[in-house]
């Protein structure tokens, strides 16, 4: 017997026998975070031995070698079919990220969608703007020259200030 048998072997019945050592009113009843030393120790006696069978039969003392081989089954389709519940799609935006758009976008009427993004860049937030754009929408935000309520355009100050430039003009 090899000395990686040998240790395959004690480990294997040390597992057993700290599962033995718990008291309950009937027979062991293990949890899946039990099953799964036993079924790999058993499954690497299995490899490592000539006489995997007589091995197991005579170091399986709490389950049968069968319901050993079945757990360990059981543990890789597991592995290989387990998915994750998510939604699909991108992941949502981080709260703290969002509420900063949404603030600077109130406070600075006259960034758009880019300008908000290199202003958060700025601060230490990687946002792209078109994720600054589904956030103001999703908060009723309307683009810049629409939350722009002062009249900042060009074609507004032109026309505020119309007068005075055709004074100007005339007086030179």
Not at 108 to 131: I, Q, S
């Amino acid at each position: 017997m090899s000395d990686d048998e040998k240790d395959l072997e004690i480990a294997l019945l040390r597992q057993q026998l700290r599962i033995v050592e718990r008291r309950q009113e009937r027979g062991p009843h293990i949890r899946r975070w039990q099953k799964v030393p036993l079924a790999v120790l058993a499954d690497r006696l299995k490899k490592h031995s000539q006489q995997a069978k007589e091995k197991l039969d005579s170091t399986a003392l709490l389950f049968r070698p069968a319901t050993l081989i079945t757990w360990h089954r059981e543990a890789v389709r597991r592995k290989w079919t387990y998915q994750q519940k998510r939604k699909p799609g991108r992941p949502s935006v981080d709260p703290e990220i969002e509420g900063w758009i949404v603030k600077l976008a109130k406070e600075n009427p006259g960034l758009g969608y880019d300008k908000l993004a290199g202003e958060l860049r700025k601060v230490g937030f990687e946002v792209c703007p078109t994720t600054v754009k589904n956030v103001m929408n999703r908060h009723g935000l309307p683009p810049a020259p629409e939350r722009n309520k002062q009249g900042r355009s060009g074609r507004t100050f032109m026309a505020h200030y119309k007068q005075q430039i055709l004074a100007c003009d005339f007086f030179t």
